[in-house]
């Protein structure tokens, strides 16, 4: 594949063979005049809610030793609904200033803005639908190999120098793993894509002074690396909670694995959209949540 993709246009406006840039006035302003789509922050702020709750057994389920130890201002119970809402609306603001910068700068969630605008892009699903599921999956395997063959010993070998015992709790079960797989592919694709990336590049658009509505090649790979380390960065807290040491070693292999990941979600968003990245983050995460407790080095 030769030559810069292009991310996908929204307004049926301009025709698909016109470029969006400063030297297609029209097709430049239907872009920059859409309306604001609060039906889509309603519908993103809803599956993230969901998502949320999805992911509670297995979060419960990998920190149940340390909850057992805990000592908890407000029952479990009262707790958990307290902790949906408030991560919901937090999750929400970002959504919304992710959609507006996405659509600042040409990207955004095609497929689900043609849906609620009664003109479903078929095409483009049909388009993006296998590549992403292939795209999931083999980054879910590349996860294993790399952690199974290259990491393991090293993370071994670094817990016993901290005197820490091999934790045997790391796989919940299938069910609880499907579940949270949601919450990968809705929640973590919103937040580092939608959020993160889309502000990236149209910090990026701005410093390098570009005239232009669709942005630089140069700029969307800088922005999705930059989200892909941030992706990786943002599952130190999980290891920490279960009592993991964040040396060298350990965060190396949190920031490599779920980076090349995300780079290839990232990728998957600015050429098709972000339900491209959802579906494949979804994808990987199926692999390595339910697939692998199942049938690989238990």
């Known amino acids: 594949m030769s030559g810069e993709p292009s991310p996908p246009t929204f307004s049926p406006d301009p025709p698909s063979d016109q470029p969006l840039s400063a030297a297609n006035p029209p097709a430049a302003i ?33 920190q149940a030793d340390a909850l057992k130890k805990a000592h908890l201002p407000l029952p479990l119970k009262v707790l958990l609904p307290l ?51 292939l795209v999931g999956a083999v980054a879910g ?16 070998a670094d817990l016993k120098r901290h005197g820490i015992p091999i934790p045997t709790h790391l796989n919940p079960p299938a069910w609880q793993g499907l579940l949270a797989s949601f919450y990968g592919g809705i929640t973590e694709e919103v937040l580092l894509r939608l959020f993160v990336m889309s502000l990236l590049v149209w910090l990026g658009r701005y410093l390098t002074h570009s005239r ?67 579906i494949s983050h979804f994808s990987a995460d199926i692999v390595l949540h339910v697939i692998q407790p199942s049938m690989f080095w238990r």
């Open 30 to 62: 239907a872009l920059l005049r859409r309306p604001y789509n609060w039906r889509l922050l309603a519908i993103l702020s809803l599956a993230m809610f969901l998502s949320v709750i999805l992911l509670t057994p297995y979060a419960i389920s990998l």
């Open 83 to 133: 902790q949906w809402v408030g991560s919901t609306i937090l999750y929400g603001a970002c959504a919304g200033i992710g959609l507006f910068a996405a659509g600042k700068i040409g990207l955004g969630l095609p497929f689900l803005e043609g849906w609620l605008a009664g003109k479903p892009d078929w095409k483009l699903l049909r388009r993006y639908l296998l590549p992403a599921i």
């Open 141 to 156: 395997i590349a996860i294993l190999l790399l952690s199974h063959f290259v990491f393991s010993r090293a993370v071994e």
């Open 212 to 278: 232009d509505v669709r942005p630089s090649l140069g700029v969307l790979w800088v922005a999705n690396f930059l989200a892909a380390v941030l992706f990786g960065l943002g599952h130190l807290p999980a290891a920490a909670a279960l009592g993991l040491p964040l040396d060298a070693v350990a965060i190396t292999q949190i920031v490599v694995l779920n980076g090349l990941a995300g780079i290839a979600f990232g990728w998957l968003y600015w050429t098709f959209g972000l339900e491209a990245a959802m």
